[in-house]
Structure formats: C-alpha cells, structure tokens
C-alpha cells in the first residue's frame, strides 16, 4: 500500500530512486540468468527461445518506465488512486506470469512483484487479492502449456513455489501495513500534540499580554492617577488662594504643583523602563515619601509606625502600592484630619499594614473606597495572588481601616532590625 514508503523517501529531489534501482538490478540479474540458461543448452539457442527469454524483462522494464513510474510516484506521495493504478497491476500480473512462463527462473521476479503490489494498493483487502493474482499467474507461467508435470518440480512443484511466496508476502505485508497504521496513529497524535502546543503557546502569550495589560492599569492607578488627584487639588487651592488675595499661598501651591508635577514625571519614566517603584531605597523610605508629600499637599496630619521587615522585592511593592491605595482613598472619600499607616509583624509571623483614618467612614463615604472600587479590587486580587487577604471597613473607633495581611511564608524577619517607632 503507498503508505509502506520509506519515510523521507517520497519528499526528496528523486522520490523512486530506491525503486528504480531494485527494478533495474532484479530485471538485470534475471537476465544474466536467462542468458547462462540460454548457455546451459549446448546448441545455438533459437530465435524464439531468445524472444522469450529476454522480451518480457524488456517489455515489463519499458513497463515501468512507461506507466509503473507515474502510478508509483502517486502512491509514495499519497495522492488519490486512479484508473492508471489498476492498469499497471494487470499489466505487471500478466508479465510477471508470461516472463515465469517463458524461463522458470523468472518466477524470482515476485521479489519485486509483491512490493510494487502493496505500495500501490490503496487498501489491504486490495492488495490482498493482487498478490493472490500474482501467485496464480506465476503458478501458471511455473508450470508451462501442455503437460501441468512436464516441467521441473510439476504441478505441485509451482503451486508449492507460488504458495509459499504468497503466504511470505501476505505476512510481511500484514506486518508492514500494522507498522505503518500505528507509525499513522503516533504521526497524528504528534500532530494534535504540536497544535495543541500551538494553541497552548498562543493561549499563554495572550494571557501574558492580558495580565501585563491589567498590571499596568494598577500601576496607573497607583501611581499617575493619584498623583494626578493630587495636582487638581492643588490647583483648586492655587484658586480659591488666588480668589482669597493670599499670594503666598497660591505660590506655594504653585511650588507644591511643580514638585507633584515633576513626581509624576519621574514616575511614568519608571512605568515605561519598568523598573523599581521603590527605587534605590527600602519599603519603609519609600512609604516616607509618600507620607511627607500627602502631608505637604493636604496638610493632614499623617504618622506613622514602620517595622523594618525582610521581605522580597514583590511583597515590597505590593505593600507600597497598599499604602498609596489607602492613603488615596482617605484623602479622596475619608473627610479625614488624621491618618495612621502602621506595618508591623503579627503574632503569627504574617506582615501586618494598617492605614486607618478619623474621618466619616466608609458607608458615609459613599462606598467610594469599597472592596469592589477598582483600586481596592485590584490590589485584593494581587495580594490573594501571593495567599495574603484584604480588609476594608469600619476602623477601631470611627473613620475607616485598610487591613493588608501577608502570611508568614513569604517574609521572614530581618535580623537585627528593631521597630522604628512613631515618626
């Protein structure tokens, strides 16, 4: 069957090379052999004796050359069967059988008889019955006109010969075809394989893309956007300074709206280079910064208690961007005097940030610092990514409490590092 070709074959630049080459030296050696019986018989062989000893090799080499060849090359390449196919299996039946007839030796030629036969059929029942064809015409060649036992071996002789051929090709092509059918079963299960890698691959670089997508609209969200809040309301206090007469508040707003301005610069060339939001420095110093420049927009009254705490870079971001959050939130929604951010270890091991307010709370803010605003939903996410959980509600007393808590596996204490105290 034109699934038995050798894989590789049937894609090269000369795709029947093998198969031409084993017409060519079977076709050449039955010739030699016919020639040396030709010699075997003493006297000057007559021309009809010459005739058939070498014309059926040279009609079925001019055969192959004219039909076989282009039949062939269909069925290593897998292409659709045709008429042209059975043609030529007739054809090589017949002259395999009348060549036998010719010269007994010429029975050999089922060497390459069978397997031009299973290439070229296209399904086993197919070549299945070919190969009988071919046995029963080279029985018939075998055993000659006239009498069926006044040939070498007889009648038993030739059908013993071509049944034992049979059966020999039957068995190799059952075993190849077997070959072939589970080499197809691992070729499409490589191939679903590969797509599905494929599909895999795509798959994960969408989700890559969708996720970096979503960390850049956080880091937007902390980071430009709150110092953007920031600058509208210096500029209205640039404003209503201006409407007072007090120049040098509205100077100092001016200042204070350069200094903001000139922060959310630096902070977009971090965004683009992704680098560090921390900077060089370590999370309590930049949790400082961002405490010292609310008090200086706002005036509110911000302290905080900050345990120097080993934690990974991650971690260390997540916590400034909880912070920012907090912070944000108090001062956009809270109507609050004075806030409190406290980081600290709890006393099991977790990594404890608390940013509480004085002001209405959260249910009299409006819900615009709940759970599900954008900013607090984000940052949930991510810290739940890593184990840790987030609160929001109500604080202690009045005002509202943002609770970030990280569980102990993920940090460990710092060695030789004490609380910092209240600043």
């Known amino acids: 069957m034109s699934q038995l070709e050798t894989p590789g074959i049937a894609s090269g630049r000369f795709p029947l090379r093998w198969w031409d080459a084993g017409v060519v030296v079977t076709l050449v050696a039955m010739g030699i052999v016919g020639g040396r019986e030709l010699q075997f018989d003493g006297a000057p062989a007559a021309p009809d004796r010459v005739a058939w000893t070498f014309a ?5 080499a001019l055969w192959y050359l004219a039909v076989g060849r282009r039949v062939m090359l269909r069925a290593v390449r897998d292409l659709p069967a045709t008429a042209a196919d059975a043609l030529f299996l007739v054809g090589l039946v017949l002259l395999v059988g009348v060549a036998t007839f010719g010269v007994t030796s010429y029975a050999t030629l089922q060497t390459i008889g069978y397997p031009l036969v299973w290439t070229v059929a296209r399904r086993y029942r197919e070549a299945v019955a070919w190969s009988a064809a071919l046995a029963v015409a080279v029985c018939i060649g075998f055993v000659g006109p006239g009498d069926p036992f006044g040939r070498a071996g007889g009648f038993w002789g030739a059908f013993a010969v071509s049944a034992l051929s049979l059966v020999f090709a039957l068995v190799m092509g059952t075993w190849i075809t077997g070959i072939h059918a589970q080499g197809e079963r691992h070729r499409e299960l490589a191939e679903a394989l590969r797509r599905s890698q494929h599909e895999v691959a795509a798959l994960s670089e969408a989700a890559g893309a969708s996720a970096e997508r979503e960390r850049i609209s956080r880091d937007l969200h902390d980071t430009l956007t709150q110092t953007l809040t920031g600058l509208v309301m210096l500029s209205e206090q640039v404003d209503r300074a201006l409407a007072a007469g007090d120049a040098a508040a509205a100077r100092d707003r001016l200042e204070r709206v350069r200094s903001a301005a000139r922060e959310s610069l630096q902070e977009a060339r971090v965004l683009v280079a992704t680098t560090q939001p921390l900077g060089d420095g370590s999370l309590e110093a930049s949790i400082e910064r961002t405490v010292t420049r609310l008090r200086e927009d706002t005036g509110l009254l911000v302290t905080c208690e900050l345990e120097s705490l080993q934690l990974d870079r991650e971690r260390q971001v997540m916590l400034l961007r909880a912070t920012q959050e907090g912070l944000a939130n108090a001062r956009k929604h809270a109507q609050a005097a004075r806030i409190s951010v406290m980081l600290v270890r709890g006393d099991d091991g977790s990594v404890v940030l608390r940013v ?68």
Do not use: Q, T
Not at 56 to 60: D, F, M
Not at 388 to 410: H, I, K, N, Q, T
Not at 414 to 422: D, F, N, S
């Open 56 to 60: 059926p090799l040279a009609v079925l």
């Open 356 to 423: 509480d307010d004085d002001g209405v709370g959260p249910e009299a803010a409006g819900g615009g610092a709940s759970v599900g605003g954008y900013g607090l939903s984000g940052l949930a996410d991510r810290i739940r990514g890593v184990g840790g959980e987030v609160r929001f509600g109500g604080g202690p007393r009045c005002g509202a409490r943002l609770e970030v808590r990280l569980p102990a596996s993920v940090a460990a204490a710092a060695p030789g590092h004490e609380r910092e105290g209240v600043r």
